[in-house]
């Protein structure tokens, strides 16, 4: 069995996602700057995820703080903080893990700084427990969406390897399966890092639920054929008003899914939600390093003076989204007001 991401012995263990699946590598962080550096190097990926080590990082950045001054303690998590914020601007888990972190440590319950840290590798537990209990919960509210005999269409991924456990879009999925329906997925393989035949294709395997993998350019055409029976993926941060952003290419999937009327369902927890950003025109684009597109696995296949454009992610609108799959229950159109609901 494999997990995602944990504590062990003072260190945050993390699956290396880049070497899947031909070889499973577990790496050791002790320090802020390598889980930084592990989320921006695509160790970890994945909104839900990446929270969860953004928790953990920010102890190890408080665990290496040297004093016994409460405020000067608090002065250094900051700054702190905001390294950490500027790992991966898109998914919004990252900023509101950090968030959860520096709220802590600036309670006015702690009367000493050991105290504090103790506190924050706990609520660093607590975040990640949390998420996998959110995804099994998430599943559940979404597999009633699907019937059983339904041709799934996925993107990137969205499961167990994305989150602490069981995942949000494969979340869905695997309870499904679990309540007894067949489900077929077909993933489509996610240029340029090639999350779906990497990652999920993996993870379905793994769990014997039938999976095929198609090139992203495929999906069309087999939409056209009456091959697909519903869309479900993942989110890195949803608008107050439905827009989602999500790995490059959900967009286009949306478009075509409307064309082909086949429900296109978005899978993610209420801490993806971002109330602070009205729509999707705020939600800022992570831009990757554009060797990414012009290669694959590492090795160079485009022309070497060839330019390319690596945008992570792109916003698929709220109106191209038939619901939103939460912990709190299924939200529908208009999400502005379905969304707020939730959490009032």
Same mark, same amino acid.
């Given at each position: ?48 995820? $990446?929270?969860?080590?953004?928790? =953990?990082?920010?102890? +190890? *950045?408080?665990?290496? $703080? ?11 998590? #900051? ?19 950090? #968030? ?47 019937? !059983? ?15 602490? *456990? ?18 077929? /997925? ?20 793994? #769990?014997?639920?039938?999976?095929? /993998? ?13 091959? &697909? ?11 107050? @008003?439905?827009?989602?952003? @999500? ?17 296109? =369902? ?37 022309? !070497?003076?060839?330019?390319? +454009?690596?945008?992570?992610? !792109? ?8 619901? &939103?799959?939460?912990?709190?229950? /299924? ?12 959490? #009032?």
């Amino acid at each position: 069995m494999w997990r995602t991401i944990y504590w062990e012995d003072g260190a945050c263990v993390m699956i290396d996602q880049r070497k899947l699946p031909r070889q499973v590598k577990y790496n050791r962080y002790r320090s802020l700057p390598r889980v930084i550096e592990a989320i921006r190097n695509m160790v970890i990926r994945g909104a839900p995820a $990446i929270g969860c080590a953004a928790a =953990y990082g920010m102890y +190890l *950045g408080a665990r290496s $703080i040297r004093t016994s001054d409460l405020d000067a303690f608090r002065r250094r998590f #900051d700054e702190k903080c905001g390294q950490m914020n500027a790992a991966r601007p898109t998914a919004v888990n990252l900023a509101w893990a950090v #968030d959860r972190m520096r709220a802590l440590a600036h309670d006015d319950q702690w009367t000493s700084v050991a105290d504090l840290k103790d506190a924050l590798l706990n609520e660093a537990h607590t975040i990640t427990a949390e998420d996998e209990a959110i995804c099994r919960q998430l599943g559940k509210n979404g597999a009633a969406l699907l019937r !059983d005999g339904s041709r799934v269409l996925t993107h990137c991924n969205a499961g167990a390897l994305a989150t602490a *456990g069981y995942g949000t879009a494969l979340g869905v999925i695997r309870a499904a399966v679990e309540a007894g329906k067949r489900i077929e /997925v077909l993933a489509d393989e996610t240029r340029p890092f090639l999350q779906g035949l990497r990652l999920t294709a993996w993870e379905l395997m793994a #769990d014997s639920i039938p999976v095929t /993998v198609i090139t992203d350019s495929m999906a069309g055409a087999l939409m056209a054929r009456e091959r &697909i029976d519903a869309v479900v993926v993942g989110a890195d941060r949803i608008a107050a @008003n439905g827009d989602v952003a @999500n790995k490059i290419g959900t967009y286009s999937v949306a478009v075509l899914a409307r064309y082909h009327k086949i429900p296109l =369902y978005v899978a993610a927890p209420m801490s993806t939600v971002d109330f602070r950003t009205p729509t999707g025109q705020g939600i800022p684009i992570e831009q990757r390093d554009p060797s990414e597109v012009l290669g694959c696995g590492g090795r160079r296949l485009g022309p !070497d003076e060839a330019r390319a +454009l690596n945008p992570a992610f !792109d916003v698929t609108p709220h109106r191209l989204v038939a619901a &939103i799959i939460t912990e709190q229950g /299924v939200a529908r159109p208009p999400y502005k007001k379905s969304l707020a609901a939730m959490i #009032d």
